[in-house]
């Protein structure tokens, strides 16, 4: 089947230490994305990629990094300048082909904490 | 900028309907309407085309204002199940950029 696996479910961050959270899909999107989700608050753009070997920042890039080397593959980086991590991480891919471009599929996220 | 949703919350008994609104500062080529359970990922309803041709999704429908700056989101007989947090996403013209509105709570109590 088809779909976008993030790992891992839960992850648990020391301060200042750096943790990468996984993204892989088989849709066979070229759009990724990345969405930060504070409890009960809305769905934050952190970063987005269109191409392998390139990407662009979103509305709270600050504190994280990507990279696509891979279609399939978009991982983030929560590094230590990040200060307020703790958060609902979801990443996305798309199909923008066609009109108004195709809608958004989810992985299933990872909750990190930070301890 | 994030588009705007209103209302924030709101709380129906079964069979009630429910109006959710999208506000953008900008026009809207296309939106996506989508509902979020606690804990998971947001789950895809339907999408409304710039010439407002949409799907329906059960009793669920959508329609733009006459600017295009607005959607709105119209839940019919609402069930327990319609329960979840409703977002609308939309793209930017020109760029894959891709962002969600603030987001609205809904309840359904039986």
């Known amino acids: 089947d088809g779909g976008i696996t993030q790992s891992p479910k839960y992850l648990f961050r020391k301060e200042g230490q750096n943790v990468t959270l996984s993204c892989e899909q088989n849709?066979?999107?070229?759009?990724m994305y990345w969405y930060r989700q504070d409890p009960g608050q809305g769905l934050r753009l952190i970063y987005y990629?269109?191409?392998?070997?390139?990407?662009q920042k979103g509305d709270i890039a600050e504190g994280y990094s990507v990279s696509r080397e891979k279609k399939e593959s978009f991982p983030l980086t929560v590094t230590s300048a990040q200060k307020n991590p703790t958060a609902f991480y979801l990443c996305?891919?798309?199909?923008?082909?066609?009109?108004?471009?195709?809608?958004?599929?989810f992985g299933q996220g990872t909750r990190l904490t930070v301890v | 900028q994030q588009p705007v949703q209103s209302p924030q919350a709101v709380i129906l008994r079964e069979g009630e309907d429910a109006v959710i609104n999208c506000s953008s500062s900008k026009a809207l080529y296309s939106v996506h309407w989508y509902r979020q359970k606690h804990g998971e990922a947001p789950v895809f309803l339907m999408i409304?085309?710039?010439?407002?041709e949409q799907m329906r999704h059960e009793k669920i429908s959508a329609s733009f204002n006459e600017k295009k700056q607005q959607s709105s989101l119209y839940l019919t007989a609402s069930q327990l199940s319609y329960s979840g947090t409703y977002f609308c996403?939309?793209?930017?013209?020109?760029?894959?950029?891709?962002?969600f509105g603030t987001g609205t709570r809904l309840k359904v109590l039986a």
């Open positions: 990629s269109q191409i392998v070997n390139d990407f």
């Open positions: 996403g939309t793209g930017t013209s020109g760029t894959y950029k891709y962002i």
């Open positions: 849709l066979n999107h070229d759009a």
């Open positions: 409304l085309l710039k010439g407002g």
């Open positions: 996305a891919s798309r199909s923008v082909g066609g009109q108004g471009g195709a809608e958004a599929f």
